[in-house]
């Protein structure tokens, strides 16, 4: 490590701010909400799976008897949860200062969510679009506030193909559909950086990836599996995504990943995504799509 590398003791306090993770009871996002609560925030842990989310917070309370949290039940795979979600976090809180999609499915057998929508697509795009435009009202009116989305590096294989976004069409090819969803993730977040400049809004949006980074994310491969023995362990995993929630030289736009090479490893810097993750038109037409499909238009 040397002075310019970018690690959590240069988080400044979050006291007094409100942070919701999304997939926070492992991995990654468990690693975010531990950091944030370390620093003063008050953390909802937004997770699927009650057991997992009890257990991450017993765990961060023995480090840290004093950390802020709080568990809330919600599955991006069904469009009714994120809506009793959303309404049940803006009955309880006034404000969100962070706002970090993190959760995620990769690789999975060929499966629906509740509403439908291809798996991966579902949850890691359409889930978070949908849950983001539901906290919209109260993240606008939070001073300073911000939205994170977790990318990846696999985003530089996405190609999507906007008239089949289900994968009705086409034989279903798990790894081309993850790639998909992770540049679906890029293009939500330029658009909606572009969108909030226009607006004036004081909201920033920025984008992470944690590069090969050993989590249960990649259970249904083992190919992956097996080459996590290159993999960086979850802490550093996680410091592109805590770069891009509090680095005060942030800009809506930002995109943060490690700084070693291929963006595999090391400490978080800024980096840039792939021309096609930059297409304008593509990112506008998926942001009318996501819309229609999750019956949210996002009107920003």
Same mark, same amino acid.
């Given at each position: 490590m040397n002075n310019n590398d970018w690690e959590?003791?240069?988080?400044?306090? +979050?006291?007094?701010?409100?942070?919701?993770?999304?997939? #926070?009871?492992?991995?990654? =996002?468990? /690693?975010? #909400?531990?950091? $944030? #609560?370390?620093?003063?925030?008050?953390?909802?842990?937004?997770?699927?799976? +009650? +057991?997992?989310? /009890?257990?991450?917070?017993?765990?961060i309370k023995a480090q840290d008897a004093d950390a802020d949290l709080r568990l809330m039940l919600f599955d991006l795979a069904s469009l009714d949860s994120v809506k009793r979600f959303a309404v049940d976090f803006n009955a309880k809180f006034d404000r969100l200062d962070l706002l970090i999609n993190n959760a995620g499915v990769m690789v999975p057998p060929d499966s629906k969510t509740a509403d439908g929508f291809e798996l991966q697509i579902g949850t890691n795009h359409l889930g978070h679009f949908a849950l983001t435009a539901e906290l919209f009202g109260v993240i606008a009116k939070t001073q300073q506030s911000r939205i994170i989305n977790v990318a990846s590096a696999a985003h530089n294989y996405g190609n999507l193909n906007l008239d089949d976004l289900n994968w009705e069409k086409r034989k279903y090819k798990a790894w081309t559909a993850y790639c998909d969803s992770k540049i679906a993730n890029l293009y939500f977040t330029y658009e909606l950086a572009d969108r909030i400049r226009s607006a004036g809004l004081d909201v920033t949006a920025t984008a992470a990836h944690p590069g090969w980074t050993a989590t249960e994310l990649q259970r249904h491969n083992r190919l992956f599996e097996i080459l996590n023995i290159f993999a960086q362990d979850i802490e550093m995993g996680a410091l592109p995504t805590l770069r891009a929630a509090t680095d005060e030289t942030a800009i809506s736009g930002d995109y943060f990943g490690?700084?070693?090479?291929? /963006?595999?490893?090391?400490?978080?810097?800024?980096? +840039?995504?792939?021309? $096609?993750?930059?297409?304008?038109?593509? #990112? /506008?037409?998926?942001?009318?799509?996501? =819309?229609?499909?999750?019956?949210?238009?996002?009107?920003?």
């Open positions: 959590v003791s240069r988080i400044p306090d +979050q006291s007094g701010r409100v942070a919701i993770v999304t997939g #926070a009871g492992s991995g990654i =996002g468990y /690693e975010t #909400a531990r950091v $944030l #609560a370390n620093k003063g925030a008050r953390v909802i842990l937004a997770v699927r799976n +009650q +057991q997992k989310g /009890e257990t991450a917070i017993t765990r490690p700084g070693g090479w291929r /963006e595999w490893r090391g400490y978080p810097v800024k980096v +840039q995504s792939n021309k $096609l993750s930059h297409d304008r038109l593509i #990112a /506008e037409r998926l942001w009318m799509e996501s =819309g229609k499909l999750t019956g949210r238009p996002f009107n920003l």
